[in-house]
Nanobody, 122 residues
């Protein structure tokens, strides 16, 4: 499966953005999707994950209550709604997929898309 994240941009602190992860190539509906981010000079970190049918979601503590992950299998797309953005949310955001793993470890995902940059100004 090929993935492409989009929707990043520049936003003021307290604002919102919605990222999209468009998939193509294989049956997207059988894949779990994870979102990760990497800030300048820092290691990649887990943000959120959603299982194949959207019935289970997982969030990093740093984004709970502010970010919401969802998916529309009919559109082969997953979404990351980000509200109440903070300067520390500035990072390149990546989506990843796997048909066996749903979790917080990047090593569990076999498919990765190019990232999209989110910059939050304070």
């Amino acid at each position: 499966v090929q993935l492409q994240a989009s929707g990043g941009g520049l936003v003021q602190a307290g604002g919102s953005l919605r990222l999209s992860c468009a998939a193509s190539g294989r049956t997207f509906s059988s894949y779990a999707v994870g979102w990760f981010r990497q800030a300048p000079g820092k290691e990649r970190e887990f943000v959120t994950a959603i299982n194949w049918n959207g019935g289970s979601t997982y969030y990093a503590d740093s984004v709970k209550g502010r970010f919401t992950v969802s998916r529309d299998n009919a559109k082969n797309t997953a979404y990351l709604q980000m509200n109440s953005l903070k300067s520390e949310d500035t990072a390149v955001y990546y989506c990843a997929a796997d048909n066996y793993y749903t979790g917080s470890s990047g090593r569990g995902y076999n498919y990765w898309g190019r990232g999209t940059l989110v910059t939050v100004s304070s």
